[in-house]
Structure formats: C-alpha cells, structure tokens
C-alpha cells in the first residue's frame, strides 16, 4: 500500500501564534491531497482540495486565510494554521490520491493541535 | 445536510460472530463506495471498498454489500476479533478526476469483546 506521512503528531501552541503541518506521500506522486478535521466522536469534515501547482479549493465554511494550504510538490503539502485559537483546537488528517482516477486515499497519521 | 449517514454511534459484538456496520447515503451521484478503519490518535486505513455496479465485494472476513435501491450499505466482518475493535467510516464518492472527493459518515464505534 502507498505511505502517507503527517508531522507533526501532536502540537500544543500559544493562541495568536501559527503552526505549521506537513504532509507528504513517501512513496508516490500525489496530485490531488486533502485535509480534513475530524472532532470528537465526529466525521471527518472536508476543509479543501489541493491539487499541485495550484490554489486549494476551499470547502464552504473554511477560511481560507486562516487555513493556509500550499502544494508545491507532487508529494509535499502544508497546511497552516494562521493565529491560532483555542475553537483551532481539532485533529487535522490529511490524505493523499495517487493519480486522477484512482478514488482511493491514503491517510496520514493526523495531528492532535492544541491551542492553548 | 448529511449526505452519508452512520446510525449507529457504536456496536458491541462477542469474538467469533459476525458484525454488520451499515451505512446510508442520499446522494445518487455516488458512484464509489469506500470503508476505512480508524483507530484513536490515528489516520484511517482502507478497508474495502465497491462500485456502484456490483452488490457484492469480499475480501477475506470483510464483505461489503451495496443496495442501490435502497442506497444502503454495509460491511459484514466474520469471524470478529478483538482486534478489530475500532472506528469504521463508510465514505462515498463522486464527481470527475481531480473533483472526486470523499464524503464521510459519523463513524461507529465497533468493540468485540473476548
């Protein structure tokens, strides 16, 4: 199966600072990779659609200058966290596909962000 | 509006039976349908999944049924082993190319006890 790295695990930050969370699939080429947020004992909730070499596609709802997403590689993408807040507290997963026609994902371990 | 709904938060099942997760969708655009295995703290793992035109795919204990008439699936698990005790998400999928994106039930909380 195809590997997808998320680091940070787990990141506590003071509120108003920023945090950075990468991604990376190790073992191929990811065109298209999504972030999500998932809460307690909830669904994962799309934030938005990266595809490389362009801007993200945000989700309805989601700031797009509070969650800064780059995908400047076919196997690298960031997601920011800008002036992070204690509500910014979540656990954020990114997944990655291989190709266009594959609906598969592969998901990184996520990150436990705690903003305190 | 919840587009893949899971009904049961969790499901407690004795070692050795089988366990059905079910799964309900509205939306009939999906075309792909997807299961994954969640542990706490860790990212989802694929489990098995089915197109829309079958009824039916197996996988060693794991079997997935799709009712498109009824737009209900499910994933049947047996025997069941402790280890299996986890999060599963039902997930569905539609659109085009780089615009297919997953849509995520709730979750249900499986436990098999020993």
């Known amino acids: 199966g195809a590997v997808v790295s998320q680091h940070p695990s787990r990141v506590i930050c003071k509120s108003g600072t920023s945090v950075k969370i990468e991604c990376r699939s190790l073992d191929f080429q990811a065109t298209t990779m999504f972030w999500y947020r998932q809460f307690p004992k909830q669904s994962l909730m799309l934030m938005a659609t990266?595809?490389?070499?362009?801007?993200?596609?945000?989700e309805q709802g989601v700031e797009k200058d509070k969650f800064l997403i780059n995908h400047a590689s076919l196997t690298l993408s960031t997601l920011t966290v800008t002036s992070a807040h204690p509500e910014d507290s979540s656990f954020y997963i990114c997944s990655a596909r291989k190709g266009t026609l594959n609906t598969e994902a592969f998901f990184g371990q996520g990150t436990r962000l705690t903003v305190v | 509006d919840q587009q893949v709904k899971q009904n049961s938060p969790s499901l407690s099942v004795q070692e050795g039976r089988i366990s059905i997760l079910n799964c309900d969708y509205t939306n009939s655009m999906f075309d792909y349908f997807l299961w994954y295995k969640k542990y706490p703290a860790e990212g989802p793992t694929f489990l098995i999944s089915?197109?829309?035109?079958?009824d039916k795919n197996e996988d060693g204990r794991f079997t997935v049924f799709l009712n498109k008439s009824a737009k209900h699936l499910s994933l049947h698990i047996v025997p069941s082993q402790p280890g299996d005790s986890a999060v599963y998400f039902c997930a569905a999928s539609a659109g085009r190319g780089s615009a297919r994106q997953l849509t995520f039930g709730s979750g249900t909380q499986l436990t098999v006890l020993p």
């Open positions: 089915i197109s829309s035109i079958k």
């Open positions: 990266s595809n490389e070499g362009s801007k993200a596609t945000y």
